[in-house]
């Protein structure tokens, strides 16, 4: 019991790590931008599909490092010449943009590389089990993920709270309108952070490719996951992000690792259904089984009841 | 007859008392200015009034009926309608839905989806009646996001009056207006509400006095003062916190 | 009034009259799909268009429809109910409604970002739970019915494709004036309304909650509709008739043909069952092509092909649309050659065979002939696109202006 419990509770940090490089991304744009960008997972997919091409060639570690740049240069192109021309028509013009960029995309990889799986590899070098308890390994590779997540957010942090990009955008953050009045490049800016935090997005999928598997539904598996994230979080909110992150990650992985189910509800209340009972697959119903529908059971809910997300101070 | 009512009404936002302990009675026909300077909580009066803000203590009595927990919608339907100081108004619809959106639920045509717009002549007939009053008959087809900037205001004032609400609050009607622009404002504004009671809110001294016939001014969340025109314009307390630097201005 | 009446008897003539033109096979189920695809991008438009709320979850109620409309058919067939199988698409109608009845009432709280997760939240819960409800749903291969069991209509059987087709087409001519006579009620307009400015909505007497409520109900309710035809045209429905691709899908359809307009989705509808059917035998990469066609919409047509038509109106009356043809040509025809010739690109890049036909002409992928003439084909077209812009815009202007605006 406690085994699992131990490793269940591992892999949600290294899911709920992963789910917070591409929640942080979209949380800065959207508190920059306004614009809630359906295509981040997209460029999350790019990332992977990018390094794979990279890593056949160069090796892992060149791809881990070009594949992000060139996604992030990528995003700042889709900015400068689509979004901000879109940006005039409004908000919902905006979502639908970035909604047919992801349709877009999916079809582009497809293309340049095909619907099949790629056999995108951790590299041989972190191919040994970090340390093993109860018998079970735990992979050099994840323990490599947490540590670039966790090395990112100490960056992130660290760029947003002292260096003077990141005062300014703080201060774009809480009072858009002024940060242009003081003579700043505000679209620039915007460029800047929408290639960071799409580059950003690229890095999840690079580190993210050889575990979760590189194929072109990638983005759709995941994409919708980081939606509900930011906001269940907040919309905008940094924090928020991060803990809904980590709670949507250990949430999933503790679903899936339990064996507790209805049936064992129904045990314990002492009631018991006929197998040909026509609610037959509810009676039987198994966390794991609904570990897929956990965060939208939580997003509605916290929509419904809390619109504002759980760190989020605005609605809109 | 006392239609509305503000009884030590307050209101915060978080630490900050923007209202504090407002009593104010608005007589039936009255044509009631506020005024005050810039911060005063003139605006948040007008929103704690017609519901779109609500109150943190205090009661609000509007026909006799406490209002202060009501949505705005519900406020309207008893016979209150407003202006806005930024112009509010459905920019994609044109002149003439804008007016008669106004007009359906006065009409009694509520949320009905089994009534069919086109053969509601006498719908039709009052909207035309509102177009012609505020003059933009003849933009009527226009989109009302293109109208020019005092023709919005017109517009804004026709969707507050369209409906034929007894009381009426008009919050800066002629702010960004030209001077004569401003003269026909309220030449029109006088027009509309004849036999209607009237609060209004304005920066506009010389309008002020020649549309009121009662003036409060409210300073920091209070109303200092609530007289006649002629004996406003005496008080000390007034000269000394508001008036007097706008009259030696003027 | 005449003019109107005009335009709905020529929709209905040419809703009936279509398959004595086209009466292939292939052409019937085309139009069949169109039909499903119409009534679909319609009451999306209720709600996006005509009502500012932005779903990512509109097949939630086209497929509950369709779903619930093939267990009728199933019931039909097995005796326990007893009625004809033209009222199908009505069970599918107040399946939907039912179910935006219930969504709507928490959902429809507030329009913008909040209401569009939701509806993603809705759609990913209803989508992931049809696969676990193995009973209802019918897991990955779906449920299936035979509409061909219940009592004969007036002898009608449906046992051919053109009965079914004039079926739908009774239904799609009902159910599109029905959502424009919705458009003209007063809870039609207040949807207007309250998509450009809530908050004034609620200073003249309405609820705005409770007017997107009414419009998102009637949305539900014909998009169950469509799920009814769907279910009656293809006798089984899937999971993936509610998921979110087919949600993805009719947001597609409804902007490309234009939200501002009640004829756009129709439009739209017919472009994409087009593409989708005709497109799809002709290459493997549509879909490609199909997300390029969107984006470029969303950059370029904001208001879709029926906003592109409604724009030359000014033209139009005021006598000046055909000074705009010539230009048109020197524009379009490049356009066009550069288009094709980037196509004609992608697919020399992805084909497999040696050689194919493109358009009348032979491409061979793996000769530097055809790479060169399309490549000098593509930069030549777009360099004559680009300098043939400027008579475009000024001819464009000439058309558009007042007589008297020139000394402006």
């Known amino acids: 019991m406690l085994e699992v419990f131990i490793f269940a509770t591992l892999n949600g940090l290294v899911t709920g790590l992963l789910l917070f490089m591409l929640a942080s991304g979209l949380t800065l744009i959207f508190s920059m931008m306004g614009v809630l960008n359906f295509a981040h997972a997209s460029f999350y997919m790019l990332g992977a599909y990018v390094a794979y091409s990279i890593s056949v060639h160069l090796g892992f570690w060149t791809g881990l490092i070009l594949a992000p740049l060139l996604v992030g240069m990528l995003g700042a192109l889709v900015e400068r010449y689509a979004l901000r021309r879109v940006h005039q028509a409004g908000h919902v013009a905006e979502l639908v943009f970035t909604f047919g960029l992801a349709f877009l995309i999916e079809e582009a990889v497809q293309f340049f590389w095909g619907p099949d799986t790629k056999n995108y590899q951790s590299p041989d070098l972190l191919d040994f089990p970090l340390f093993t308890l109860f018998g079970q390994e735990f992979s050099a590779y994840r323990g490599f993920m947490i540590a670039i997540s966790v090395a990112i957010f100490v960056g992130l942090y660290y760029v947003l709270t002292r260096s003077r990009v990141g005062l300014i955008i703080q201060a774009a953050i809480t009072h858009p309108h002024t940060v242009a009045n003081l003579g700043h ?24 490719g050889p575990v979760l598997t590189t194929f072109p539904g990638m983005a759709l598996v995941l994409g919708s996951i980081v939606f509900v994230i930011v906001v269940i979080g907040g919309l905008g909110s940094l924090e928020g992000a991060f803990i809904a992150s980590l709670m949507i990650g250990l949430l999933q992985s503790y679903a899936i690792a339990s064996d507790l189910g209805v049936p064992d509800l129904l045990s314990w209340l002492g009631l018991e259904f006929a197998r040909d009972h026509p609610l037959n697959d509810l009676w039987t119903l198994t966390l794991p089984q609904i570990a897929p529908i956990l965060p939208f059971l939580l997003l509605v809910l916290v929509l419904i009841f809390r619109p504002t997300g759980l760190m989020g101070n605005r609605e809109q | 007859m006392t239609l509305l009512s503000l009884r030590q009404v307050h209101k915060n936002f978080g630490e900050t008392a923007i209202i504090r302990g407002v009593d104010l009675n608005i007589e039936a026909g009255e044509r009631h200015a506020i005024i005050g300077p810039n911060g005063a909580g003139k605006s948040t009066l007008f929103h704690l009034i017609s519901g779109l803000h609500h109150v943190s203590s205090g009661e609000i009595r509007f026909k006799g009926e406490e209002i202060q927990d009501k949505p705005p919608y519900e406020i309207s339907r008893l016979g209150m309608a407003r202006s806005f ?36 002549d006498p719908l039709n007939e009052k909207t035309l009646a509102v177009l012609e009053q505020i003059g933009l008959a003849d933009k009527m087809h226009y989109p009302a996001g293109e109208l020019a900037y005092a023709q919005q205001r017109a517009l804004e004032l026709g969707i507050a009056i369209a409906s034929g609400a007894e009381m009426i609050l008009l919050d800066e009607p002629v702010a960004g207006m030209s001077h004569s622009e401003a003269e026909q404002a309220v030449d029109l504004i006088r027009r509309v509400t004849q036999d209607k009671t009237l609060i209004m809110v304005e920066h506009d001294m010389n309008i002020v006095f020649e549309v009121a016939d009662r003036i409060s001014v409210l300073v920091y969340g209070e109303i200092i003062a609530s007289d006649t025109p002629a004996a406003i314009r005496a008080n000390p307390k007034v000269q000394e916190a508001y008036l007097g630097e706008v009259v030696s201005g003027a | 009034m005449i003019q109107r009446v005009a335009i709905w008897l020529s929709y209905l003539g040419a809703l009936l009259l279509l398959p004595l033109f086209f009466d292939s096979v292939l052409a019937i189920s085309i139009f069949n799909q169109m039909a499903i695809a119409i009534v679909f991008a319609l009451s999306y438009n209720m709600l996006l268009g005509q009502g500012g709320m932005l779903s990512f979850g509109h097949a939630v109620y086209f497929g509950l429809g369709g779903f619930l409309a093939v267990h009728a058919l199933v019931m039909i067939e097995f005796e326990t109910v007893y009625f004809s199988v033209v009222l199908i698409p009505l069970v599918g109608g107040l399946i939907g409604l039912l179910a935006a009845v219930f969504i709507g009432s928490f959902s429809t709280h507030k329009a913008g970002t909040v209401f569009a997760m939701i509806s993603l939240g809705i759609g990913e819960l209803i989508a992931a739970s049809s696969l676990i409800f193995v009973g209802f749903f019918g897991g990955e291969a779906g449920v299936s019915g035979d509409r061909t069991y219940g009592p004969p209509f007036f002898g009608i059987e449906f046992l051919r494709d053109v009965e079914v087709y004039y ?55 014909f998009a169950g509709v469509a799920g009814g ?35 756009g989705p129709i439009i739209g509808a017919v ?35 029926a906003g592109f038509i409604m724009m030359h109106q000014v033209a139009w009356i005021r006598g000046k649309l055909t000074t705009l043809a010539i230009p048109y040509l020197l524009t379009g025809i490049p356009a066009g050659v550069f288009a094709a010739a980037v196509i004609a690109m992608v697919e020399m890049s992805h084909s497999e065979s040696d050689a194919f036909n493109f358009l009348g002409l032979s491409l061979d992928p793996g000769g530097a002939l055809s790479w060169l003439l399309m490549l000098v084909l593509a930069s030549a077209s777009l360099f004559a696109t680009r300098s043939s812009l400027p008579q475009l815009r000024a001819a464009w202007e000439g058309a558009n202006s007042l007589p008297g605006d020139e000394t402006e």
């Open chain 3, 229 to 263: 035809l769907f279910a009656l045209n293809y006798e089984f429905i899937t999971e993936e008739n509610l998921n979110a691709a087919t949600s993805g899908r009719v947001l597609l359809m409804a902007y490309i043909g234009g939200l501002g307009y009640f004829i």
């Open chain 3, 167 to 221: 079926l739908a087409a009774f239904w799609v001519f009902l159910a599109t004036l029905f959502m424009y006579l919705f458009t003209q009620t007063p809870a039609g307009r207040m949807a207007n309304a309250v998509r450009d400015n809530p908050e004034r909505a609620e200073f003249i007497g309405y609820s705005a909650r409770r007017v997107r409520y009414i419009s998102f109900c009637a949305a539900g309710f």
């Open chain 2, 85 to 120: 100081q930024v112009t509010n108004i459905f920019a994609r619809l044109n002149v003439f839905e804008n007016i008669r959106c106004a007009l359906l639920w006065p009409e009694g045509l509520r949320y009905s989806f089994w009534h069919l717009l086109g053969r509601q």
């Open chain 1, 185 to 208: 490049n505000v679209p620039l800016i915007f460029m800047g952070v929408f290639g960071v935090g799409t580059a950003l997005a690229g890095l999840a999928g690079v580190i993210a």
């Open chain 3, 271 to 305: 472009i994409l069952t087009l593409m989708n059917s005709l497109l799809s035998n002709f290459t493997d990469l549509w879909m490609l092509y199909l997300g390029i066609l969107f984006v470029l919409t969303v950059l370029f047509l904001p208001r879709g092909f």
